[in-house]
C-alpha cells in the first residue's frame, strides 16, 4: 500500500511539473513576443483629433466612378461645408476637369496614392512613386502643393509611415467609418455616422456609391442638429507639438 502509493503520488508529481514547466515556457514565449512587439511599434496615422471644440472632418475618397462628384459638391456647397478629397492618381488622370472643380470650390485635396494599391504589398521605392507622382498631378492641376496622405483601405507598416514622415506628409485614416461602400442603404450610413461621430471625429465617405446624396444630406443635418461644425482636415488636426496614441488619436502635448 506504502509503495502503491508513493508511485501515485511521485506520478501526479511528476504531471504538476510537466504542465508548470510548459507554463513557464509559454509565459516566457509571450514575454518574448510582447518584448519584440515593444521594440517593433511605430507611429500610427491620424484617425480622430483629440478636441473640445464640437468640430469635425468629412472626408471623400476617391477612387472610381465620377457621377457623383457634382452633387456632392452642391450639397456641400448649400451647407457653406469645406471637406476634404483624397484623390487617387489614375482617377485624375481621366477626370482632370472634376479636380479643378473640387479645388475652384475652395475643398482640401488630399493624395490617396496613385493605383490605390496597399502599401504593405510594395517596396519602400514604389511607396514613394505612388505618393509622388500623385501629389505632382493634384499640383500641376491646382497649383497647390500636397501634404495629406491616406493609404489605400488603410493598410499601414512601419516602412509606410516612415516614408510619409521623410516625405512631409501628415498621414490620415478615419474613427468613424459610414459604410457607405458596403451598399448597406441610405438609413444606415446615417445611423453609423451619427452614433459614432464625436468631438475631433475623421468621417470616411466614398464618392461612388449610390444615394450618396440621400445619405450625406441627412448625416449633415443630423451633425448639425448636434452643433458640429464641419471643417477640412488642415483645419482640425495639429500641425506641430502632437503625439499620436496607439488608437490613432491625435493629442495635443502640454508645454512643461
Given amino acids: 500500500m506504502g509503495s502503491s502509493y508513493k508511485r501515485i503520488k511521485a506520478f501526479i508529481l511528476s504531471i504538476v511539473l510537466f504542465f508548470g514547466t510548459l507554463s513557464l515556457i509559454g509565459c516566457f514565449v509571450m514575454g518574448i513576443k510582447n518584448l519584440c512587439s515593444f521594440f517593433d511599434r511605430y507611429e500610427v ?22 457621377e457623383n462628384i ?35 470650390r475652395g475643398h482640401e485635396i488630399g493624395n490617396h496614392s496613385n493605383t490605390h494599391i496597399s502599401f504593405t504589398y510594395i517596396s519602400n521605392e514604389e511607396k514613394i512613386d505612388e505618393i509622388v507622382v500623385t501629389s505632382k498631378k493634384i499640383k500641376n492641376l491646382t497649383g497647390q502643393e500636397v501634404n495629406l496622405f491616406r493609404p489605400p483601405f488603410g493598410h499601414v507598416d512601419k516602412d509606410t509611415m516612415n516614408t510619409c514622415k521623410s516625405l512631409g506628409y501628415y498621414t490620415l485614416k478615419w474613427d468613424v467609418d459610414s459604410g457607405d461602400w458596403k451598399n448597406i442603404g441610405p438609413v444606415n450610413v446615417v445611423e453609423r455616422v451619427s452614433k459614432n461621430t464625436t468631438s475631433g471625429s475623421i468621417i470616411l465617405f466614398h464618392a461612388n456609391v449610390k444615394d450618396v446624396g440621400v445619405y450625406l444630406e441627412n448625416s449633415i443635418n443630423n451633425l448639425e442638429k448636434k452643433n458640429y461644425s464641419m471643417v477640412k482636415i488642415s483645419d482640425l488636426i495639429y500641425k506641430n507639438n502632437y503625439e499620436v496614441n496607439s488608437s490613432g488619436e491625435q493629442k495635443l502635448l502640454k508645454d512643461d
Fill in 70 to 104: 457634382e452633387e456632392i459638391l452642391d450639397i456641400l456647397d448649400k451647407h457653406n461645408i469645406k471637406a476634404t478629397f483624397f484623390l487617387v492618381g489614375s482617377w485624375i488622370d481621366d477626370n482632370e476637369d472634376l479636380v479643378k472643380e473640387i479645388h475652384n
Fill in 45 to 66: 496615422p491620424i484617425s480622430r483629433v483629440d478636441t473640445n471644440e464640437r468640430k469635425v472632418a468629412l472626408t471623400f475618397d476617391v477612387a472610381w466612378g465620377s
